[in-house]
């Protein structure tokens, strides 16, 4: 590489091989599992107006606050890189009327962009894939978004992987629950750490998902949202539960577990892997791979009517690291062109092969000996030779694929 190149953005990655082919696989199943559950293909826009993700998400959030890649352009209007799906989706259901459509199942995947400290599993654009059931008030809706996530961590082959759940109850629990953590940690603010010493203002929520050890000591004793569930909010989290035992789905509670920001209401979860296990060892402390949970407050802060909704989002690159390295496709059939004059019946037959499902690939550049050096170092299953008069003889062994297709061209 010369000097003059110029280099990769930091914290962006250039996927290929293997690690592409995990990537994909990644995608790919996440397709089909959707198609199980009837959610339905979205494309949103990669940037939105700025506002849009700082009303939604909300100022004092860390995604608001520090990570946005927020620019002015040239017609002087500041817009933000989506740091998430969310805010733009709800922006969307808004502004196309898909109230129409409610209760509405929704899919989407790709690039997210986040002004963070690149490391492991942490990256500057990374992508995601999203599913959100957006105009469902129903506890149900929680259950099925939550076992569509466990099929799909199942279908991808992840195990030792556990989903952490909580409720952060409605509005008035919440409320509640908040006004006690501002009080218990109010008396020690003095020894938390700055961040948390914020936090008391503007969330205090936030506090309990600090990563400080200087706050982590007091978190085992703080108040639990439990001790200020409505009757209602305890009734939701009970049917959601229950829900999740009768569909097979594995969970945990975890009393502690917050999301970041600041439109969730009732159901909060994040999958992660448990310790000690290969999971855990891949993904070291970028250990959550999917999160998400209720977001009932969200549409109102985009001037919409009260929506009831639930989503959540995996991170690819999190999941494909789970899922191991993929092989490329192996490659079934190699039509090895001879003698030149054949060529045309060599790419007719190429076309064949590939309309007829066979990975395929024509050798026909270099001499003859060459030509059959490099088909045999390839390892396809079987070399189909060309020569004068069109296709000739096979080497190799048949996939019932490739058979089929030779036979219908006799
Ligand atoms: P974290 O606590 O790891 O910062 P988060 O709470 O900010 O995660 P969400 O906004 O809930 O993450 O995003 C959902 C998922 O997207 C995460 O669980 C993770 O798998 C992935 N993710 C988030 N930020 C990044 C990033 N910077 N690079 C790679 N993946 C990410
Ligand atoms: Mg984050």
């Known amino acids: ?4 190149t110029p280099k990769a953005i930091r914290g962006t990655q250039d996927i290929f091989g293997a690690d592409a082919e995990a990537f994909a696989f990644v995608v790919e199943t996440f397709e089909r599992v959707r198609k199980l559950y009837r ?10 107006k700025t506002e849009v993700f700082s009303r939604a998400i909300g100022e004092t959030t860390d995604v608001v606050s520090k990570e946005m890649y927020s620019f002015e352009d040239r017609g002087g209007d500041s817009l ?5 799906f969310t805010a733009g989706i709800a922006r969307a259901y808004l502004t196309n009327g898909w109230q129409q459509h409610a209760p509405l199942k929704l899919a989407t995947h790709g690039p997210l962009f986040r002004y963070e400290r690149p490391q492991k599993g942490r990256y500057r654009q990374f992508h995601q894939i999203d599913a959100e059931i957006i105009g469902a008030a129903e506890p149900q809706a929680d259950v099925e978004l939550l076992a569509m996530a466990d099929q799909l961590l199942k279908e991808l082959g992840i195990e030792g992987v556990t989903l952490h759940l909580n409720t952060l109850g ?10 006690a953590l501002v009080e218990y940690f109010g008396k020690v603010r003095g020894e938390l750490s700055e961040d948390s010493q914020e936090r008391l203002k503007k969330n205090p929520l936030r506090i309990l998902d600090s990563k400080d050890r200087r706050d982590q000591q007091f978190l085992a004793d703080a108040p639990k949202i439990d001790d200020f569930l409505t009757d209602e909010a305890k009734g939701f989290f009970e049917t959601v539960t229950s829900g999740l035992d009768a569909a097979g789905v594995t969970w945990k509670r975890a009393e502690s577990l917050v999301r970041g920001l600041d439109y969730y209401r009732h159901t909060a979860f994040e999958f992660i892997p448990d310790e000690g296990t290969a999971a855990a060892d891949a993904l070291g402390a970028q250990s959550t791979v999917l999160g998400g949970g209720r977001y ?3 549409m109102e802060s985009l001037g919409g009517a009260p929506t009831p909704a639930v989503g959540w989002a995996a991170g690819i690159e999190r999941l494909a690291m789970l899922v191991g390295e993929k092989a490329e496709p192996r490659l079934e059939a190699i039509v090895l062109v001879e003698d030149d004059r054949g060529l045309t019946a060599a790419i007719e037959l190429l076309g064949q092969l590939r ?3 066979v990975v395929a690939e024509i050798m026909a550049s270099g001499s003859p000996k060459k030509r059959y050096d490099k088909a045999v170092k390839q390892q396809p299953r079987a070399i189909l030779r060309v020569g004068a008069s069109g296709y000739d003889t096979f080497s190799g062994d048949l996939s019932p694929g490739l058979k089929e297709v030779l036979t219908r061209r006799l």
Do not use: C, H
């Open 296 to 298: 009932d407050g969200l």
């Open 80 to 84: 933000t890189l989506r740091p998430e």
């Open 355 to 357: 309309a007829g499902g």
């Open 39 to 48: 959610f339905r293909r979205a494309e949103m826009p990669v940037f939105e």
């Open 1 to 4: 590489m010369s000097k003059n």
């Open 170 to 179: 409605d509005a008035d629990s919440r409320e509640q629950w908040r006004a």
